[in-house]
């Protein structure tokens, strides 16, 4: 009797800390869901960057496909009450503090705070003539304002903080070990994201890219690559539907960690 009592102790804990501990991102994506269901009562406009915006972020924080459309996968995980957004990754990335993957199937780039969804931006990547590339990249450096070089020469240079300077007003820089000139950053073509579009680096929504520049660190870890690649690295991200699913329940996730998945309205029932 005492291990048991011990033993829903401990889960008590695990519960609460979950529910008024974890980081903001949960509630930032209720905010968002709640301004894009308001924006598809009154008629979604997709051509007003605002409510695109809004489409393109609930897209990425519910791991869909991420194109700017209200489709039907988009409508289900706006109606559906019962979702639950699974994201499995290796042990090795549930060691680091801050963990970055893009996904380049979805256009997803998910940051990972020990293992635990910290947050979720949708990106634009690079065409078919110059892909982002699969890769395992650490960031090595970081600048406000960054000067754009033109490309070596096909285009006109661009200092940094003018309104068309394609990187924006943020850039993380990719380590050169294999690939040289990536890295992530901000735009001047804001309906650019969300689309196949770069020359291979990695576009963000301005604010969401000043965002993530304020609290991830130089040595961060980001991994790039497509669903089938991530898989093979032991990422897998997906939203996932069920019905009569209890307020609370805890998967086990390759036998290494329990997660706990709660409803959206995050009640707390002890009995």
């Not at 695990?14 to 949960?26: D, W, Y």
């Not at 489709?71 to 699974?86: F, P, Q, R, S, V």
Request: charged share 20%.
């Amino acid at each position: 009797m005492l291990r048991y009592n011990k033993s829903v102790s401990i889960l008590i804990v695990m519960i609460i800390f979950f529910v008024f501990f974890t980081n903001v991102g949960f509630t930032t994506s209720l905010e968002n869901e709640s301004v894009l269901k308001e924006y598809v009562s009154s008629g979604y406009n997709g051509s007003i960057l605002e409510q695109r915006n809004a489409v393109l972020k609930f897209q990425a924080e519910n791991n869909l496909l991420v194109d700017g459309i209200i489709g039907e996968m988009t409508n289900k995980a706006l109606t559906e009450d019962n979702k639950h957004i699974i994201d499995i990754v290796p042990e090795e990335i549930e060691k680091k503090q801050w963990f970055i993957v893009i996904n380049k199937t979805k256009k997803i780039l998910t940051v990972y705070n020990y293992g635990e969804i910290y947050n979720k931006y949708p990106v634009a990547l690079g065409k078919a003539s110059s892909p982002t590339p699969n890769h395992k990249f650490t960031i090595i450096n970081k600048f406000v304002d960054p000067y754009w070089g033109g490309m070596n020469g096909k285009f006109q240079p661009i200092k940094g903080g003018e309104p068309n300077n394609p990187l924006g007003k943020r850039w993380l820089g990719f380590s050169t070990e294999k690939y040289v000139g990536y890295g992530i950053h901000g735009n001047s073509a804001p309906f650019s994201i969300g689309k196949y579009i770069s020359a291979g680096c990695i576009r963000m929504i301005n604010e969401d890219v000043e965002e993530l520049f304020e609290y991830i660190p130089v040595k961060t870890d980001v991994w790039i690559g497509t669903e089938e690649i991530l898989e093979k690295w032991g990422i897998i991200q997906y939203i996932e539907y069920q019905k009569n699913e209890k307020i609370c329940s805890l998967k086990l996730i390759n036998k290494i960690r329990w997660q706990i998945m709660l409803q959206p309205a995050m009640y707390l029932i002890l009995m």
